[in-house]
């Protein structure tokens, strides 16, 4: 990022104003009520439906950029925009509506001994900055969540997704504006570049909070540079480890669904770590569907050994099980039990997903504890991870640092606390 000393002095007032703004609209946030905040997400779901035409021909015009530019056929994916897309959007709108308001909500309460009610309630966090790269969709997941939990947002997109993001952003402004609220309580800033990000991070006076979402250089940048508080959604190096007692069926289904259904994504799997008890039953067979699906597989020659002919595994190396792929392209190793499988998890995880596979109850158990993550599953396909399918209606992103919010961030995740107090007078002696 540019040091801010070499900013354009423009780009540094658009982005300030941008960001002034928005602190008035969450103010206003602050005190709408549910029925308004739902009529405006209601907005939102009907101009995303009605204006679909506008969204995909800027949408065509970012895949085309990206095509010419190299860009990998994984991001494009995560980048292209279509009817059912925009319909599956829309309907994640109307999900939010349909999800409790956070706001207002006590947590703790009680009467103290002087005579003062005291509550710990829930409330917005104000100005919501997100930085994130050519998904889209991530602009409408972040506005509704962040609307519905009585925040204003500001977006920066990336250049990938700039026309899209850009027809995205108008068509919510004018949504909630529609319904009454400010239009400010959704802003883009694409048009100020990696510069207007740079400002973002600097603006602690009106954003309350930060929250990167795309690789890991992405999320290193920001959470080293920012001085505006960062939740950090980390990157997806998610492992499976099939036991000596996981069934065939259970581990081939759960691996490639886990691998295959969506390898964009960051909850996708990257690692597979299998039992040495259960190789020579489990992984022909969980070899054999990857090489049907294209998968590229990298391990060693005790793996290779039990690969289809037609399949050419590439030989793994220490940065393999470290990678992030994002692609179809998994890594396989052999370990000798439940331990090693652990140790290999703890030595390479990012704190995203880890699943085990297996019919032993102990040693289920001994990996949800073992394991350090913001989600643990047994037996279940690593790509639950999500906030939709959580319950959650959407999500800003996968938390997978530790202090305030842990795993997918819905509405609640958006909100902080105040502590009231109501007294009849009460002074401290």
């Excluded at 309460?109 to 969709?137: D, H």
């Excluded at 920066?156 to 319904?179: C, F, H, K, Y």
Aim: charged share 25%.
């Amino acid at each position: 990022m540019t040091a801010a000393s070499e900013i354009h002095p423009k780009t540094v007032r658009g982005v300030t104003r941008v960001a002034r703004n928005a602190k008035s609209a969450a103010a206003q946030l602050a005190t709408t009520s549910t029925v308004e905040k739902n009529a405006a997400l209601q907005a939102i779901a009907d101009g995303l439906r009605a204006n679909a035409a506008r969204i995909i021909k800027a949408n065509d015009a970012d895949i085309a950029a990206g095509t010419e530019n190299g860009m990998r056929a994984s991001l494009l994916d995560r980048l292209r925009l279509d009817e059912d897309r925009i319909d599956a959007i829309a309907a994640s709108v109307e999900a939010v509506i349909d999800l409790a308001d956070p706001v207002g909500n006590i947590i703790v309460g009680r009467t103290l001994p002087n005579g003062i009610r005291l509550s710990q309630t829930r409330v917005p966090m104000g100005v919501i900055g997100a930085i994130y790269e050519a998904r889209p969709n991530v602009t409408v997941d972040i506005a509704i969540l962040a609307l519905k939990a009585g925040n204003a947002t500001i977006l920066r997109g990336g250049s990938a997704a700039q026309n899209s993001n850009t027809e995205i952003i108008s068509i919510l402004r004018s949504a909630v504006e529609s319904a009454g609220l400010a239009a400010d309580s959704i802003n883009g800033i694409d048009q100020y570049g990696r510069d207007g990000a740079s400002v973002l991070m600097n603006a602690r006076d009106y954003v309350d909070l930060l929250i990167p979402r795309g690789g890991a250089e992405l999320i290193n940048m920001v959470v080293q540079e920012s001085i505006v508080p960062v939740i950090e959604t980390g990157i997806g190096n998610v492992h499976m480890f099939i036991d000596s007692s996981a069934t065939v069926k259970n581990s081939v289904d759960l691996v490639i669904n886990s691998k295959t259904q969506r390898p964009s994504v960051c909850n996708s799997l990257e690692t597979l770590l299998v039992h040495e008890k259960a190789a020579k039953r489990v992984l022909p067979k969980i070899l054999e569907r990857l090489d049907k699906a294209d998968v590229i597989v990298h391990a060693d020659t005790d793996v290779a050994a039990l690969a289809p002919p037609s399949m050419k595994v590439r030989r793994v190396s220490r940065r393999d099980w470290a990678k992030e792929y994002l692609d179809l392209e998994l890594a396989v190793k052999i370990v000798s039990g439940i331990e090693e499988a652990i140790d290999h998890i703890r030595a390479y995880t990012s704190g995203h997903t880890e699943v085990i596979v297996t019919k032993d109850l102990d040693n289920a158990e001994t990996f949800v504890s073992a394991i350090d993550a913001a989600a643990v599953g047994v037996n279940v396909s690593t790509r639950f991870t999500d906030g939709g399918e959580l319950g959650f209606g959407a999500e800003v992103g996968i938390s997978t640092q530790k202090l305030h919010a842990r795993g997918p961030m819905g509405v609640e995740q958006l909100t902080t606390t105040k502590w009231i107090m109501i007294g009849n007078g009460q002074i401290r002696a």
